[in-house]
C-alpha cells in the first residue's frame, strides 16, 4: 500500500490521491530553459540527470459519482514505456490503488482526462479481456477496449484532434490506443471549453502544455458550510515549483508563452480562493496551497495532510 495515502474534503466531496507509480525521465525535459544548476538541488537527478515525477491520478467522490482524473501509463506496451520513462511501480498500479478501496474498474462512473499524452491516459484502455462486457469479443494485442466499462470519459475536443493528428514533435507523446478505441466505442464525450461534469466537480480549459489540455475544479455544494475549492492542476504545472514561478515552463509544453499566462490567471485564482492545490507530477509536495513570501511572490506551502483541505 502507498505510504502515506492523501484524502482531502471539499464540502461533500473527497479526494483520493492515487498513482499508477513512479517515472523517471530526463531532468532537462521538466525544467526545460531552466539551467540545471538552478532546479537540481530543489529535486536531485540521478547519474543518468533523471528525476522522479509521480504518475498521480486521482478518486473523487462527489454527487453521487466516482470521478477519476486521468490514468497514469497503463499496461500496453509501447514506445513510452519501453524507450523514454523507467517507471517503477513498488506499490503496484492505479488498478491496485483503486483495488485497496476495494473499486473494480466497473466502479468508475466519470473518468476526465487533462489530456491524452501517454503518462496520463494510459489505463483509459486496456488489453486485459476480464475487463470487458460480457460477449464483447477477447482482446488481442490490436484491439484494446475501455478499462472502466461502465464509465463516461471526458476530454476537450482540441485535444483530441490534436491527439490524432500529431506532428513531428507530439507523435511520441501520444499513442491512439489510449484514446481512439474510446471513440469508437461510443464512451468518450468532447468538450469545448468550461463545463460542469457534476454539481461540484468542473473543468476549465488551461492550456500551454497541450492546446487542449483542461485542470479540474472540486467545489462544495453545500449550503451550511464553506470551504476552499481543490484544484487538480494537471500539467499546466506538473511540480508546485512550476505554479509558484511563472517563467518555469517544461520542455514539453507545445505552446509556453501560453502556458505563462495560463499560470498568471490561475495563480491569481487559486490564490484569492485559498484553494488546496493537487500536483500530478510532484513527488514530494502533493498537496498544497499558494501563499506571499517576504518579497510578495507567490510560493506553495505543503499541505501534507491525510484529513481535510478546509
Not at 489530456?115 to 477477447?138: F, K, Q, S, V, Y
Not at 488481442?140 to 464509465?151: L, M, R, V
Not at 471513440?183 to 461540484?200: K, P
Not at 458550510?225 to 509544453?253: N, Q
Request: with cysteine.
Amino acid at each position: 500500500m502507498n505510504a502515506n495515502p492523501i484524502t482531502l474534503r471539499c464540502g461533500r466531496a473527497r479526494i483520493h490521491l492515487l498513482s499508477d507509480g513512479v517515472a523517471y525521465w530526463d531532468g532537462g525535459g521538466a525544467f526545460g530553459l531552466v539551467p540545471r544548476v538552478r532546479w537540481m538541488n530543489l529535486l536531485p537527478p540521478d547519474d543518468l540527470n533523471r528525476v522522479p515525477q509521480e504518475l498521480r491520478c486521482v478518486l473523487i467522490e462527489a454527487d453521487g459519482k466516482r470521478i477519476l482524473v486521468d490514468c497514469g501509463v497503463g499496461d500496453k506496451p509501447n514506445d513510452l514505456i519501453a524507450t523514454q520513462y523507467d517507471v517503477r511501480r513498488p506499490h503496484g498500479t492505479l488498478l491496485d490503488d483503486l483495488a485497496r478501496r476495494g473499486l473494480r474498474p466497473a466502479d468508475i462512473d466519470i473518468v476526465i482526462l487533462t489530456h491524452l499524452h501517454g503518462d496520463h491516459a494510459g489505463w483509459a484502455t486496456t488489453l486485459d479481456a476480464h475487463t470487458r462486457p460480457i460477449g464483447e469479443a477477447a482482446a488481442s494485442a490490436h484491439d484494446p477496449a475501455p478499462t472502466f466499462t461502465n464509465a463516461r470519459y471526458y476530454v476537450q475536443r482540441q485535444e483530441y484532434v490534436d491527439a490524432t493528428h500529431p506532428n513531428e514533435r507530439t507523435r511520441n507523446t501520444y499513442f491512439a490506443e489510449n484514446f481512439v478505441p474510446l471513440m469508437r466505442h461510443g464512451v468518450l464525450t468532447m468538450l469545448d471549453g468550461e463545463a460542469q461534469i457534476t454539481a461540484s466537480v468542473r473543468v476549465v480549459p488551461t492550456p500551454g502544455h497541450t492546446a487542449g489540455h483542461q485542470s479540474v475544479i472540486v467545489e462544495s455544494t453545500s449550503t451550511d458550510e464553506t470551504a476552499p475549492p481543490v484544484f487538480l492542476i494537471g500539467d499546466m504545472a506538473p511540480f508546485m515549483i512550476h505554479f509558484e514561478r511563472l517563467p518555469w515552463v517544461t520542455a514539453y509544453d507545445v505552446l509556453p508563452m501560453v502556458t505563462i499566462e495560463t499560470k498568471r490567471r490561475w495563480q491569481g485564482w487559486a490564490f484569492e480562493r485559498g484553494a488546496a492545490l493537487i500536483s500530478c507530477h510532484d513527488t514530494r509536495h502533493p498537496v498544497g496551497r499558494l501563499a506571499r513570501n517576504d518579497r510578495g511572490l507567490f510560493s506553495v506551502i505543503p499541505l501534507e495532510t491525510g484529513g481535510a483541505a478546509e
